[in-house]
Every structure is written in structure tokens, then in C-alpha cells.
């Protein structure tokens, strides 16, 4: 395979073929490379850069071999999806680029920091790193000057400290922040940690069924998600610039063109305007009775080289209190999105100096929630950003900081095991509520399924679901913008709980701003039914001095099933494998029935993505997802007419298996790989 994948580079450098060469009858436009060699191949690109770069920062100069191989790769990769999407999503080129870029970054840095004689080991070595960070990312056309600038400011001094006082090294950091791709080169030993879990209780022989039907007495509870509140959208400002967020800036050029920014929002790269934030709120109160609010999470934009301790600060008590103005007496449980800190995505554990530490975040949200909160959440919240709270008798809420599991999240790299703490709090609530005769509602941010949560810290939260299922009436996450659900399984194969997943009223990417509204049963607080609500972008953004027409998408039990256990939903999900129309009509719902992805469809690897992603908790847990695709695939197989249309913008979820690269990126790859070795 090596051999045949190197002979076609030669034909590349030799100019026996072309880029056209794809299209060569008889030439396989895609084929599978399998990871180990993809692996192996960034890893020779990224020591020889790494070499490079050392040498570079050593001497000054710039060898030929240096330009040659950074030209090549700053044209290798997308500038916007690299920063966009979570890793487990990217196309094939930017997922090599981005392994590319890790190791040798990582390489460079602890080379010339930990080495007593290296470049950044001593005093002055944060302007040295400033100085190749800003290099690196320019030279490889990773993002504008504004973007990278700001981004290296942000996250210089967690990263410095991270490297310094860590063992971590480039195949452990990347093969976390990329865990689930052929980046990944197996598992540290110490980030492969086992929790304390109670076993007083007989194993699951089943999947949990027992879940009371809707009734029109049931409790009423709010879902807001993902509000991305940005306070510098600009209605009529440019919505398809260069930056990883737009509609914020030159509105003299765009306003009255179709790159202009909508009033209520836009389906590009845009978060929320405020005005349309009250919208929601006036509609809720108006149309209904909320019990209680769930919010969970993701409250700043996605300005993210731009966010600041004020700057957040500000954002976070105008929306919370916003939300107390508008519910007034109902309480609000709030939960920690990824994109809350400066810098965003990075929760530090205790015990960091303060220049790195998120402890001003944690007390910053206290004060902001203790609105709603008792005193006696403190102690946790200042801790990690988790509490426990129990509105009344029999009902106790619990509030994950699920940031822990982001690989995005680089105090990740300082050390794995001070990820332990909150888990093992969660086991022992969980266990106390159990004793207490308690029904718990977990609210976090992140569900444990997605591609960019660590598999390890994954795998201990199900078992802890696993464990207490009959004691966990509900799971309500938020972060994929999407309006789905999570089914969760034992070792076994039983299904223990639900993660409904409330989609989010900001707009970006592609959807229209929507909340849910849950029927929960009084006395065991399962959910029995769910509401979603939201307006059309395109139709508010024609009449932008009325109020969006706000309506009903559809109800749960009306479309699906009226079985919302666990059970249910798990052969609800066999059902969709089994009704292709059925699967596509959940696939509308998922993604808000937003414009963009009406007019692109939704072809079979987009529905088998969107299947499986409903099916996986612990992305290393795929046997359900398997089987569900293999039944959906034979399914479309034996439809007269079958959708046809391309990854329907909705393939980015991910599917698992070998990296699939078209002949034209493998063999550019491999030229640089080949290139650099005829130039030493």
C-alpha cells in the first residue's frame, strides 16, 4: 500500500500526472488509506518541520527545504472549518493539516522550552513565543493577522505554563486534542483512570421502560441553549467575511447585497442580536408557564480571539439578568459553556497562579446565579463550576461542568486525574440522592457523544448513568446547536437514559433560533413529551420592524412515539434505521428545518451520521451506531427512488472508520512528504 501511494507522489513531482489526474478513467476519485500510514506520513511531515522550525529559531534563516515545505502546507487546508469545527468533523485535508500542525507546534515548544539550552527556556521567552506563534499561524495562512494575534494573546500564557509544568508530549497532546481520528496514536496510561463506583445494587438485565406517559397536569420546564448573545452584531454588516464569526463590520460595503447581515440574525457565520434574544423571551412568557428554566450553557459569542475578563463579564450578567427579569420568581438552573472564560474553551484546575486560573469565572457566575441558587452551591461552583440543588421534595438537579471532558479544553494536557474530583462528586450525589428516595435532572453543556469529548471521562459518566438509571429521570445538554437526543447504553447494551438536546437560539450555522419546552411527569419527573419552538430566518429577516412570528415546529409524542423511556427511544431508533422518510423527517427537526439545509438535503451518509450520533455516548462505543447504520443503509437500499443530493451540509458528524482523502489530497500530501526529503 506504501509503496503504491509513494510511486503516484513521484508521478506527481516527475509530471506524469496533474491535478486532473482524478479524473482519469479508471482513477478512483476516493480510496481508504488506512490510519496507521496517514499517521505515519504526518508524522515524517511533522518532524521535518519541527526540525525546521528549531533551526529557524536557532539561526534566523530560512532554509530553502523551510519555505518550501511551510508554502506547501499553508495551501493544503481550509482557513474557516480548521477553526469552526469540532475536530472530529473536519474534511479529510484539514484533519491532516491540523495533526500536521499539532505535532510539530508541540514539538518545537518543548524542545526549546524544556531544553535548559532552548530558545524559550529562560527569561524573556513569552515575546520568543509570541513571535513563532504569530509566525506559525501567518506563514500558515491559518487565519487573519486580527485572529491570530488575538488568539495567541488569549492563550499564551495557560499554554507556557501548561508545557512547563506538564510531561505531556507531541503524541499525547495530539493524540487527545484529535482523539478520534487517525491522529490518535493509542492511550497514555495516565489518562486512562478508572472511577469508584458503587456496585451495592444488581447489574441492569434490561433497558429501563418504566416511564410514565403525558398528562396535561405535568410540570413545565424551559430549555434554553446556546445563546451566543454577541453584542457587536450589526444588522446590514458583512455576514461572509474572512473571520471564523462575521456581521459585525463593514456594513458601509455590504448593506443592501446579499453578504449583507440580517436583522434577526443570519443563517452564516453570525451569533444572536439582542433583539432577538428579548424576542424569545417575550414569546415564552407569553405563551407559556414555566416551571422551572434550564440554561444550558454557551452564553458568549464565538468571537473567540477577542473575549476578555470584562468582556464576558458583561455579557453574562446582561443575559442573566435578562432572564431573571423576564421569569422573575421561577428559578433558573444555569450550567458552564465552552465558550464562557477568557480564554474560551480553557477551565484550569485548582491550584494555578491567578494569571492562569478560571476562578474569577467561577465566582464571577456565582454571583450571578445566586439569584437562583442557595449559598450552600458555593463551595462547588467556586471549585469547578458544578453545584446540586433540590427545587422540592423527591426532585434534586444537578449541574455538570462537562468542560472537563473537552479536548479543546488544553489544562486537559496539564494532567488527566484532576478531572476525577467532579466525577466522583457526581457518583457520590447520585448515590445519596438514590438513598434519599430523590429523582435526579442532569443539566450540562456538553453531551458525552460528541466528537470533541474525551472518550476516557466519557466512559466513567455512563457508568455512573449506568448505575443509577432508575434514579436519573432526565438529561438535558445543549453545544451542538442541533435539536436532538442522546441515547445512553450499558456495557451490556441496555439503554439506562435519554440526553435530550435542546438545539440553541443562536443562528449559526444554517438554523433557525429555537427553545424547547419539556412535559415532565410531577412525581417521577420524567420527560414525557417536548415542544420546540422557533421562527424562520429568511421570512423575519424580509419584515424586520415586526416581531418574528414564533411557532410550534412540532411536538415529540405527535411525530415519534409516545414512549420517551430509554427503551423507547432505543427502538425508536431502530424504527428510523428501518423508515427512511421517518429518518428524514427527524433529520428536519434536527437541524431546525433551517433554509440552508432544506435546499441541500440530506443524502445516506448524512442520515446515517445523524442516526448514529443519537445512538453514541462514548465515542469508543460504536456497536449500536454500527448497527443501525448497516440497517438504515439496507433500508435506502430497497427504496424505487433514493434522495439523491450530496452530504447534505450535515455530514460533518462524523462517521468513524479510516480517513477517506480524494487521490489529489493524499498525493499532495505526499509530495510534501517526498519533497522535503530530496531537499536534505
Not at 485548582?350 to 469565572?361: I, M, N
Not at 438535558?476 to 439503554?495: I, L, P, R, W
Not at 405527535?558 to 433529520?587: H, V
Request: contains cysteine; proline residues 4%; charged residues 25%.
Amino acid at each position: 500500500m506504501k509503496g503504491t501511494v509513494i510511486f503516484l507522489a513521484l508521478g506527481f513531482l516527475s509530471g506524469g500526472l496533474v491535478a486532473s489526474a482524478a479524473y482519469l478513467p479508471g482513477v478512483p476519485i476516493d480510496f481508504e488509506v488506512d490510519d496507521k500510514v496517514l499517521s505515519a506520513i504526518a508524522d515524517d511531515i511533522s518532524e521535518r518541520l519541527a526540525q525546521e522550525y528549531v533551526t529557524y529559531l536557532k539561526t534566523g534563516v530560512e532554509t530553502a527545504a523551510f519555505k518550501k515545505l511551510t508554502q506547501q502546507l499553508a495551501k493544503s487546508h481550509s482557513q474557516k472549518d480548521i477553526f469552526t469545527r469540532n475536530m472530529a468533523d473536519l474534511e479529510s485535508r484539514d484533519s491532516f493539516f491540523v495533526c500536521v500542525a499539532c505535532r510539530s507546534v508541540i514539538r518545537v515548544l518543548i524542545r526549546t522550552i524544556r531544553d535548559e539550552e532552548g530558545e524559550l527556556h529562560g527569561e524573556g521567552s513569552s515575546t520568543l513565543m509570541k513571535d513563532f506563534a504569530t509566525d506559525f499561524c501567518q506563514r500558515m495562512n491559518l487565519q487573519t493577522d486580527e485572529v491570530c494575534e488575538g488568539l495567541i494573546d488569549s492563550y499564551q500564557p495557560s499554554v507556557d505554563y501548561i508545557l512547563r509544568n506538564s510531561e505531556s508530549d507531541s503524541q499525547t497532546f495530539c493524540s487527545l486534542f484529535m482523539e478520534y481520528s487517525f491522529c490518535s496514536t493509542g492511550t497514555n496510561q495516565d489518562y486512562n483512570w478508572i472511577l469508584t463506583v458503587d456496585n451495592s445494587v444488581p447489574s441492569l438485565t434490561s433497558s429501563k421502560s418504566d416511564t410514565d406517559r403525558y398528562s396535561e397536569s405535568d410540570l413545565k420546564i424551559c430549555h434554553f441553549s446556546d445563546i451566543h448573545y454577541d453584542p457587536l452584531y450589526l444588522p446590514g454588516s458583512l455576514a461572509t467575511c474572512a473571520e471564523p464569526m462575521c456581521c459585525q463590520r463593514h456594513k458601509d460595503t455590504a448593506e443592501g447585497t446579499r453578504d449583507a447581515a440580517g436583522y434577526w440574525g443570519d443563517y452564516r457565520g453570525c451569533d444572536l442580536p439582542w433583539h432577538s434574544f428579548e424576542s424569545a423571551l417575550d414569546n415564552v412568557v407569553k405563551n407559556h408557564k414555566c416551571d422551572y428554566v434550564y440554561q444550558t450553557g454557551d452564553v458568549v459569542d464565538h468571537m473567540g480571539w477577542a473575549t476578555s475578563v470584562e468582556k464576558n463579564s458583561e455579557v453574562l450578567s446582561k443575559v442573566n439578568d435578562r432572564l431573571k427579569q423576564a421569569f422573575g420568581d421561577v428559578p433558573v438552573y444555569p450550567c458552564i459553556g465552552n465558550h464562557e472564560p477568557h480564554p474560551f474553551n480553557l477551565f484550569s484546575p485548582e491550584g494555578v497562579p491567578d494569571a492562569v486560573s478560571t476562578k474569577w469565572l467561577y465566582e464571577h457566575l456565582y454571583n450571578d446565579w445566586s439569584k437562583w441558587l442557595p449559598e450552600e452551591t458555593k463551595e462547588t461552583i467556586l471549585k469547578g463550576g458544578y453545584y446540586t440543588v433540590s427545587p422540592k421534595k423527591g426532585f434534586r438537579i444537578v449541574a455538570l461542568n462537562s468542560n472537563d471532558c473537552s479536548t479543546d479544553n488544553f489544562w486537559l494536557y496539564h494532567s488527566g486525574s484532576d478531572k476525577i474530583p467532579q466525577l466522583q462528586w457526581f457518583h457520590d450525589t447520585l448515590l445519596a440522592a438514590e438513598k434519599a428516595g430523590e429523582f435526579v435532572h442532569v443539566i450540562t453543556h456538553i453531551p458525552s457523544g460528541v466528537g470533541s469529548c474525551w472518550s476516557v471521562w466519557a466512559r466513567e459518566l455512563n457508568r455512573c448513568i449506568t448505575r443509577f438509571s432508575a434514579t436519573i429521570s432526565g438529561i438535558f445538554t445543549g453545544d451542538t446547536h442541533k435539536d436532538e437526543m442522546f441515547v445512553h447504553y450499558s456495557d451490556e447494551g441496555h439503554a439506562t437514559a435519554v440526553a435530550w438536546t435542546g438545539g440553541a437560539l443562536t443562528t449559526r450555522s444554517n438554523k433557525n433560533p429555537n427553545y424547547r419546552i419539556y412535559d415532565v411527569n410531577p412525581e417521577s419527573f420524567v420527560v414525557t413529551n417536548h415542544h420546540t419552538w422557533l421562527f424562520n430566518l429568511t421570512e423575519a429577516n424580509l419584515n424586520p420592524n415586526s416581531q418574528p412570528e414564533w411557532f410550534e415546529e412540532y411536538q415529540f409524542i405527535n411525530e415519534f412515539t409516545e414512549d420517551t423511556s430509554p427503551a423507547g427511544i432505543d427502538k425508536l431508533l431502530d424504527e428510523f434505521a428501518e423508515n427512511p422518510d421517518l429518518m428524514r423527517k427527524y433529520w428536519r427537526f434536527r437541524v431546525t428545518q433551517g433554509d440552508p439545509y432544506l435546499k441541500d438535503g440530506c443524502d445516506r451518509t448524512c442520515l446515517a451520521a445523524s442516526l448514529c450520533r443519537a445512538a453514541v455516548t462514548v465515542n469508543t462505543q460504536t456497536g449500536r451506531c454500527e448497527e443501525l447504520r448497516a440497517k438504515l443503509y439496507a433500508s435506502l437500499d430497497n427504496e424505487e427512488n433514493t434522495t439523491p443530493g450530496d452530504n447534505g451540509g450535515d455530514g460533518n458528524d462524523g462517521g468513524g472508520g479510516s480517513a477517506r482523502l480524494s487521490l489529489f489530497s493524499i498525493s499532495s500530501m505526499l509530495i510534501i512528504v517526498i519533497s522535503t526529503r530530496l531537499s536534505i
